[in-house]
Every structure is written in structure tokens, then in C-alpha cells.
């Protein structure tokens, strides 16, 4: 059964740093871009960062921009995101899915597998 599990999640103080691992469980899924998407409790999910099969990489999110890498190794079957100068308002529960249809097309229809996510708390 593919699946996307998500890690490295956990607390952190303002201006620490995180890195989060998307694993997913076909190597052919190598070829596809993977996003990041985060939801904080009681808000809309949004997208954090996104990465295509062939590495080119986005942030949709101008808050992030600057301080979180979106990076992948197909060896590992892994796809990472490097948060950075984290701040209180980045705590959310962090998801990766797999976008079919790229980059570009982000919203809930065009997306396919869901990890269960993984909660990141930036607080002093």
C-alpha cells in the first residue's frame, strides 16, 4: 500500500531550527513532486514549500521564504524540509502529499496521498 509518513517533528524555541522527512514508500514516486502543506488548529491548511521530481523547488508561502529548504533524495525515498529562525507562528501540524499534477496545481482535488502529519510547536 503507498504511503507518505512524515518526521521530526517537535518542540522548539523561537529562532531554533527543525528538519522535517517525508518518506514515501514507492521509489516511483520519485518522478513527483511532493509539497509540504502545514495547518495551525482551527485554520485552513496552507502550503509551506513544494519540490518537483526533477528538483525544482517553491514556497507559495512568502512568511517562510528565506528561512525553510525544501530538498529531496530519491535514494533515500525521502523528501526534507529545513525549518529555520523558526517562529511562534510556524507551529502548526505539518503534512506532505503527493501533487500529481505539479507544483502548480495545489489545491485539495489535485493532491493524492496524505501523510498523518507531524505536529511542530515554536514556543519559549
Known amino acids: 500500500q503507498d504511503k507518505l509518513v512524515e518526521s521530526g517533528g517537535g518542540s522548539v524555541r523561537p529562532g531554533g531550527s527543525l528538519q522535517l522527512a517525508c518518506r514515501y514508500s514507492?521509489?516511483?514516486?520519485?518522478?513527483?513532486?511532493i509539497a509540504w502543506f502545514r495547518q495551525e488548529p482551527g485554520k485552513g491548511r496552507e502550503v509551506v514549500a513544494c519540490?518537483?521530481?526533477?528538483?525544482?523547488?517553491?514556497y507559495p508561502l512568502d512568511s517562510v521564504k528565506g528561512r525553510f529548504t525544501i530538498s529531496r533524495n530519491n535514494d533515500e525515498n525521502t523528501v526534507y524540509l529545513q525549518m529555520s529562525s523558526l517562529k511562534s507562528e510556524d507551529t502548526a501540524t505539518y503534512y506532505c502529499a503527493v501533487a500529481p499534477l505539479g507544483c502548480y496545481r495545489l489545491d485539495e482535488s489535485d493532491l493524492d496521498l496524505w501523510g498523518p502529519g507531524t505536529w511542530v510547536t515554536v514556543s519559549s
Open positions: 514507492r521509489f516511483t514516486m520519485a518522478s513527483y513532486s
Open positions: 519540490i518537483s521530481g526533477n528538483q525544482g523547488a517553491t
